[in-house]
């Protein structure tokens, strides 16, 4: 059926894609560590060779031919440096082929993701490599026009020859016996075999019906004469078949037979004759060089040489110690995100029973201690269900290394990339939504931040600038941390900039220098004007602003002129099952999470102070803390407005504490972490003081209070 | 039921010749393996019908490999999958004892037909 | 991606194109294009949340997913009115973007070919009229279509849009 063939080419697709982008990624980290440490080792080479291999092969599969095209033309290149085992070749100029050849197969992937036909020109590329391949063949004269790719079968023959140690067959066997009175019992025959279409290698398929044949004839004569030496031979015997004269025994069915036995063997005439030796002595006067070379048994053919067995016991032993290969099995996204959902609902559910207004007041001693047991095992897969989603953040890091690169080299600028939390883990969905806001930081970072080495000496600065690329986990988020060494961020320019294009939220002498920074955020901050290949090709940070807003990211710029720039990327674990207190204020139930309390306890009106602007506060064993009312924080209406009458609870947020006042506590329960809906996302509600939102068991939602976030207001 | 042993270092590769045989009821994939090496070990735990074989690959070659698995059983139906340009490889592997070879790119009928006729 | 519809008739999406679902609103019909709307619920318990205009009435549960509330009254600044057991919440997705409009009651569900659709009024100033993308001549009356991608967009960046 249709249907099912689609899918399964579309599974075919995705695996196509899923294990060339591995490749693609292993290929990059080798250039880059070539490039690095200036020398292109044998495995080197061994390794680029074979994954352009497989991926000519892969994608030959599925029909992409240009990206098939271009890596075939790569793995001649690099069959050539193989062979020839090169010393002189020019590092560079190879490693740039390389990266552009990856460029062009990332190029026409992304066009196959976004469902639309791979139809990039691979010629000029190929014609890249070609010369390329020309040159190193002939350093002196670089005009060769020769098809490289015949120039290359020719020396696969003659090299092959010189490393052969067990195969000795050079060209075609021939049995060759006097014909003696004994064989006028046998039979002459002339066969004729044709070949599918397409099949490929025809010459090979013809020596495969040779060999099969020969051990059921005693004589054997056939044209095409040369099979392997001559190119033309594929041409002849797919244009006009294979022919073969022979003498033989055995019945006409067998024989049939055994000629049928060859693989893609698509017509075979086969005839009895009385002679065949004019039609042979034709044959082979038509050919000018000829041999007969001694029959070759099969014994002869297999001896090992001992060098060889040797090889071959490193090799098996090799493979034993690699067993550190990493057991992974790739994963539906979308079940994930189904069996989430499920496991959510679960914890619902779970309150919802051992919760139940049904069983108040009843005493349930067996139940409760069952209900635990529940409670444990759905934390245990909860916990596990959430690291599976997990993805450590490094390899999303890594790929800004080659980034750097071509920067480096485009720019002229020389700046090196540290990356530290590489283990940091992170939801998938934040992953995916970092790329593209990453690259185009560290764009920026060296487009604008980053001088040239003259205007860095000049500054007294280490000629290789810095960028330093951090993952920090906080707990309840992540924080990505971007920092250069370069010349950092112009205040007033900006300051002038959002002037002219009317983007001053506030007057100018009320702006802090962060906030002066952070304008660069703004939507229609960048204009067509400062454009540059790179960054800014009218994509400003306001796009960066965007993602990250995707995500529930708070975005924060801090910079020194000269000094250079720091980006901090807060992203909230939004994906989350915490565990939390549910307290009420009005009609309003918000929860905490339980990580940030502290105590809670119904204050006396003797301990509550006001400060000078009139701020309240308590006095808890001889310290003051902040109160925050959240009825007016929020500006909702809470039932209860003394202090004494309601609940305070105290809470802590890296090293800032204070109370929080409620009307009531109602509970703690555990509660899925929803984040707070796109559309909303325009409004102000993630600096308000709200992280997300919860749903409870009842089915109503809990605000979930961002205590980091009220921390940072008082 | 024929069993067959799959031995390629592309995953993809794999993943493919897997679904195309294993749609004709009367095949089933018994194994796979990354390397020659690995193949070869597979080979004498699993002992399959026939073993389809691809030529280049780290560790241990299908060559190797086919020679290797011969070494254990002069019966062995190997079919080689082969790439353009490793013509002197399939012509060795054809004196070593391969029952055949199938050029990629392939279709699904040239796969079958090629594993029904081994 | 929201291609499932509820208790909206269940069509084909080339042939939801021209179709619309209409609501009441004061004395005024509007219609949405179906192939926006996700789902229709009758009004139901909303949180309040803080930092939002006064049109913004809160989000809702809906299965699961959380989903602002936005009441079209408020936000076309017309008078509001009690909610009743008529008054609806028509939830529209674009692009995994989800709001619920709660509207006075939903009509029906018409068809409005190219041809009986004319642009809106000129002037793009009163609160209604940026979200308006149409109006649809029908037999039962005039119905000013609303324009779901303005709708779903943030305030601000429509403003910068208008300025360039």
């Not at chain 1, 980290?29 to 690095?36: F, T, V």
């Not at chain 1, 906030?515 to 790179?534: A, Q, R």
């Not at chain 2, 590769?13 to 193949?39: H, L, P, S």
Request: with cysteine; proline share 3%.
């Amino acid at each position: 059926m249709s249907d099912e063939s689609n899918t399964f080419n579309e599974q075919m697709m995705e695996m196509f894609i899923f294990e060339t982008n591995q490749a693609i990624e292993q290929l990059e980290d080798i250039l880059l560590q070539i490039e690095k440490e200036s020398v292109m080792t044998e495995e080197n080479i061994n390794e680029i060779f074979r994954i352009m291999h497989t991926i000519k092969g892969s994608s030959s599969m599925m029909m992409i031919t240009n990206v098939a095209k271009a890596t075939h033309s790569l793995e001649d290149l690099f069959f050539f440096v193989r062979e020839k085992q090169l010393q002189n070749v020019d590092l560079d100029a190879t490693c740039d082929l390389v990266f552009n050849t990856i460029d062009f197969i990332n190029q026409e992937i992304s066009k196959i993701e976004n469902k639309q036909q791979a139809d990039g020109d691979e010629e000029p590329l190929v014609e890249q490599i070609r010369r390329a391949l020309a040159r190193l063949k002939n350093p002196g004269n670089a005009k060769e026009q020769e098809d490289t790719h015949e120039l290359e079968m020719k020396e696969t023959n003659e090299n092959s020859e010189r490393e052969d140690q067990g195969v000795t067959d050079q060209t075609v066997k021939k049995h060759f016996i006097e014909q003696t009175p004994e064989v006028l019992e046998k039979q002459r025959y002339i066969a004729k075999v044709h070949f599918e279409e397409d099949c490929k290698m025809e010459n090979i398929r013809a020596f495969t019906v040779v060999r099969n044949l020969a051990d059921h004839v005693d004589e054997l004569h056939h044209n095409p004469i040369e099979l392997f030496e001559d190119e033309n031979s594929t041409k002849a015997i797919v244009e006009n078949g294979f022919d073969l004269f022979f003498t033989t025994a055995e019945p006409y069915d067998n024989i049939f037979q055994i000629l049928d036995t060859s693989l893609f063997v698509e017509k075979i005439q086969l005839e009895q004759v009385d002679s065949y030796d004019a039609l042979v002595k034709q044959i082979e006067k038509a050919q000018q060089d000829e041999e007969m070379v001694q029959v070759e048994t099969e014994d002869e053919l297999i001896k090992e040489d001992p060098e060889e067995i040797l090889q071959e016991k490193v090799n098996l032993q090799n493979v034993i110690n690699v067993g550190k290969k990493k057991n992974i099995i790739s994963v539906n996204v979308e079940k994930m995100d189904l069996l989430m959902d499920l496991v959510g609902e679960i914890v619902i559910t779970e309150s919802m029973v051992t919760k139940n207004p049904d069983l108040a007041g009843l005493e349930l001693d067996s139940f409760n201690k069952a209900a635990r047991q529940l409670r444990k095992l759905n934390n245990e897969l909860q916990d596990i269900v959430m690291s599976i989603r997990m993805i450590e953040i490094g390899p999303t890091f890594h790929k800004m290394h080659r980034i750097v690169r071509d920067m480096n080299k485009k720019l002229n600028k020389k700046a090196e990339l540290f990356i530290s939390g590489e283990e940091t883990e992170v939801d998938k969905n934040i992953i995916d939504a970092l790329g593209e806001p990453l690259l185009h930081m560290i764009r920026n970072a060296l487009d604008h931040g980053i001088e040239t080495e003259e205007e860095r000496i000049a500054k007294g600065k280490p000629t290789e600038g810095k960028i330093q690329l951090e993952a920090i986990n906080t707990g309840g988020d992540v924080l990505i941390r971007i920092t250069d060494d370069g010349k950092g961020l112009d205040r007033d320019q900006i300051l002038q900039k959002a002037k002219r294009n009317l983007l001053l939220p506030k007057s100018e002498e009320d702006m802090t220098d962060k906030e002066v920074y952070n304008l660069i955020l703004l939507p229609g901050f960048s204009t067509k004007e400062d454009v540059t290949e790179f960054s800014g090709r009218g994509v400003g940070m306001d796009v960066v602003q965007k993602s990250i807003d995707k995500i529930g990211g708070v975005i924060q710029i801090d910079s020194k002129m000269n000094e250079g720039t720091i980006i901090n990327i807060k992203i909230p674990l939004t994906l989350a099952i915490i565990d939390g207190m549910k307290i009420s204020v009005g009609q309003s139930i918000f929860t905490i999470p339980t990580t940030t309390i502290r105590e809670s306890f119904k204050p006396e009106k003797k301990d509550i102070i006001k400060d000078t602007a009139g701020n309240e506060m308590i006095l808890i064993r001889g310290e003051c803390y902040p109160i925050v009312r959240l009825d007016q924080l929020f500006d909702m209406k809470g039932y209860v407005s003394e202090l004494e009458k309601g609940i305070l609870v105290v809470v802590e947020s890296e090293e800032v504490s204070f109370c929080v006042f409620a009307d009531d506590i109602i509970g703690e329960q555990q509660v899925v972490v929803k984040p707070i809906p796109a559309y909303l996302r325009q409004y102000n509600i993630k600096n308000s003081g709200i992280a997300g939102c919860a749903i409870l068991g009842n089915a109503d939602i809990s605000l979930i209070l961002d205590i980091a976030g009220i921390a940072e207001k008082i | 039921m024929k069993r067959v042993l799959i031995v390629d270092d592309a995953a993809f590769m794999r993943y493919t010749i897997k679904a195309m045989i294993e749609k004709k009821e009367e095949y089933e994939v018994v194994g796979e393996a990354e390397n020659g090496a690995i193949g070869v070990a597979k080979y004498k735990e699993l002992a399959p019908d026939i073993v389809t074989m691809d030529i280049t690959m780290p560790e241990m070659d299908g060559l190797q490999a086919l020679k290797e698995i011969k070494k254990l059983d002069p019966h062995a139906k190997v079919l080689m999958v082969s790439a353009m340009g490793q013509e002197k490889l399939v012509k060795d592997s054809i004196i070593s004892g391969a029952k055949g070879f199938i050029v990629k790119p392939f279709k699904e009928d040239k796969i079958m037909e090629a594993l029904a006729k081994i | 991606m929201a291609d499932h519809v509820n208790e909206v008739e269940f069509m084909e999406e080339d042939t939801q194109k021209g179709r619309f679902l209409t609501f009441q609103l004061g004395g005024e019909v509007f219609g949405i294009e179906i192939k926006y709307v996700t789902e229709i619920v009758g009004i139901q318990p909303i949180t309040d949340i803080p930092e939002v205009p006064n049109y913004v009435k809160g989000i809702i549960n809906l299965r699961g997913k959380i989903i602002p509330v936005v009441d079209v009254r408020l936000k076309f600044k017309k008078e509001t009115i009690p909610y009743n057991d008529r008054t609806c919440i028509v939830v529209i997705d674009l692009d995994e973007v989800s709001m619920g409009l709660i509207v006075d009651a939903v009509s029906e569900v018409l068809t409005i070919t190219e041809e009986n659709i004319v642009p809106p009024p000129s002037y793009k100033t009163g609160f209604q009229n940026r979200y308006i993308k149409g109006v649809g001549k029908t037999d039962s009356g005039v119905k000013l279509l609303l324009d779901c991608k303005k709708l779903l967009t943030s305030e601000e960046l429509q403003e910068i849009s208008e300025l360039e």
